[in-house]
């Protein structure tokens, strides 16, 4: 029987090395991984030209506003964002207006997003204000929690340890990972009072206020209540050799934590914040180059589990405020994510296998996000497509994203996404989103992951 479509001219990475072969996808679905001799017939043939096909690329960490915070970004932009950087699956971020933290809060922001999204979308919740409220929104859809510790996001106390012990047993139950962001918050808001009383509002007084050693407090803090409750703690853009070391600890130690490092954590440094001001302001901030020289072995180690954007756009007033204390911390990611990583394969910091589990079958397994994240039969017809050999310069004012700023702006880098295939159809083509209608789909969890 002939299929839909045929990739051909293909190069895949397997666990051999590199193979010349074909992909045959019916509906939405990958039917069979072949040399072309061996592929059904089919009403479309796709030449990928030799490039390499790779597993749909999954953002576990992404920022895509929208509601009262579209003029930021909106399930439109920031999804063709994603198309257009090769990413063909994100998880949604909680910190939105309205906050998303109920299962009215994250049905809303469902029905909003399905009828717009060129990518397919996981959302995650922050903690309700009633425990009974965590199974309800894991069965309305969630993929998971995100805990702030560095603000109050969300109806749990962050400052009770009573407290969050309870949350964690509930999301246990409820079979939920807990995604953090561990910063510290009584010892960050100290300091930055004590420097704004002396007038400091500088790029030094922020690194100041947010230093490394309120990143390790509330790492090793969230790392002990995981583990009293058992749960599935997933720490997000760890950026200081202290915090890894305490995670590196509790994996060595069979504890069920996971982590996550960012691109601009890993390739840019405090002395880069100096050199482009607040543009480069992210929570928790570059570090020096010992923290990013260490976080990088641990990757090449296997230690770290995805490599994730934190895709956080703000409108350019937001960034250029007079005051660091200011200014909204973040940095765009999603079209610059796979090229720098891709620079980074060509450099041989990182192997094609490792890019791999990093930013598509890992993030898979930590969110329960089912037949995606691999190029396998049966799986979804999820295909980055990537030329390895394109060298060119990051643009910003040609992205996606609302956001049209980035620290990356005028990088060269060598390896590009060419083609995104979502669902079994072609979104984005030479960088063009080509798709006539939206193809993404709303992801909800399915099974519990396993840290491995």
Known sequence: MPVDTILHNAKISTSKGLIEAGIAIDNDRIVKIAKETNLPSASVHVDLKGNLALPGLIDSHVHLRDQQLAYREDFVSGTSAAAAGGVTTVVDMPNNRPTTMSVQALKERMRLAESCIFVNVA???????????????????????????????????????????????????ARAPIAVHAEDRLMIEQAQKKLAELGRGDVEAFLQAHLPEAEEKATNRAIGISEIAETHLHVCHVTSETSLKAVVKAKRNGKNVTCEVTPHHLLLTSEHLRKYGKLAIAVPPLRKNSDVAYIWRQVQKGWVDTIASDHAPHSLKEKESESIWDVKPGIVGLETLLPLLLTQVNRQQLTVQQLIRLTCQRPAEIYGIKDRGSLSEGAFADVTVVDFKKEWRIDASRFCSKAKFSPFDGWGVKGAPVKTIVNGQLVMDEGVIVAKSCWGRIIEREGASQNE
């Open 123 to 173: 959302f995650t919740s922050a903690f309700p204000a009633g425990l009974h409220e965590i199974p309800r929104i894991m069965e309305a859809g969630a993929v998971g929690f995100k805990l702030y510790l560095l603000q109050q996001i969300g109806g749990a106390d962050i400052d009770s340890d009573d407290v969050l012990l309870d949350v964690f047993k509930a999301a246990r139950k």
